[in-house]
């Protein structure tokens, strides 16, 4: 008779955390930071609340580490992707080549990931949408250093425009991911249905053709001064 092989302390160690955080990430996606306590997580994952306490130290480093915990895989995808498709322009990169890269990488991840990818990314867009300072690392989150990566390339693409000019585009596209990740249904009762808040696809089609044309088109700041109307 063969004898299973125990699992090993850290294996237990692990798969106790790695339940803590889905439930945790589940929780914050529908209720918010602000309203999820210790005890709601300990419940919702079959777990001691000092278990909690041990591995996270509290609520705000549970959460931090919710957000830490997929946003190497967000920063991944759109970093090879606007690295390639940067490599493959050489120098003729452009906005829309660029929008479309980055939201493409963007909604590729939230379509391929399953359940829990989808609360992380409400996660995602509660964090957005926050005050600084309101919860945790609200001032400053992982995804910064791509974000800028992205508004390089659009430097380069839109080399009329200004360094305020490509933030505030930034500004919009974020906010409309953001809106889109928190799928809020509101899109389906205007829409009659027509457009639906879980539609990704259609929703990254229709953000790349609105967004594309954003920092050059005739009515944009950069676009009146190329001779636009």
């Not at 009329?160 to 809106?179: C, N, P, Q, R, V």
């Amino acid at each position: 008779m063969v004898r299973q092989a125990r699992r090993s302390n850290q294996a237990r160690r692990g798969e106790s955390q790695e339940r803590i955080l889905d439930a945790a990430e589940a929780l914050f996606a529908r209720n918010g930071f602000n309203g999820v306590s210790v005890k709601d997580i300990a419940e919702a994952a079959d777990v001691d609340a000092s278990l909690l306490h041990y591995y996270f130290t509290s609520k705000a480093g549970l959460y931090s580490a919710v957000i830490g915990r997929r946003a190497g895989q967000v920063n991944a995808a759109r970093l090879t992707a606007l690295q390639t498709y940067a490599a493959d322009a050489g120098g003729a990169v452009t906005v829309a080549g660029v929008v479309r890269t980055y939201v493409q990488a963007t909604f590729d991840f939230a379509m391929t990931g399953g359940e829990g990818y989808l609360n992380y990314l409400a996660v995602i867009a509660q964090l957005n949408s926050t005050p600084a300072g309101a919860i945790p690392i609200a001032e400053a989150t992982p995804f910064d250093d791509v974000v800028q990566v992205f508004i390089d390339l659009l430097r380069q693409a839109s080399p009329g425009s200004t360094d305020a000019e490509l933030y505030w585009f930034y500004h919009m596209l974020s906010g409309a991911i953001s809106l889109s990740w928190a799928r809020t249904g509101r899109i389906d009762r205007l829409s009659g249905g027509v457009c639906r808040s879980t539609d990704f696809e259609a929703i990254a089609a229709q953000m790349i053709a609105v967004f594309s044309r954003g920092l050059d088109g005739p009515g944009t700041p950069a676009g009146r001064r190329r001779g636009g109307v």
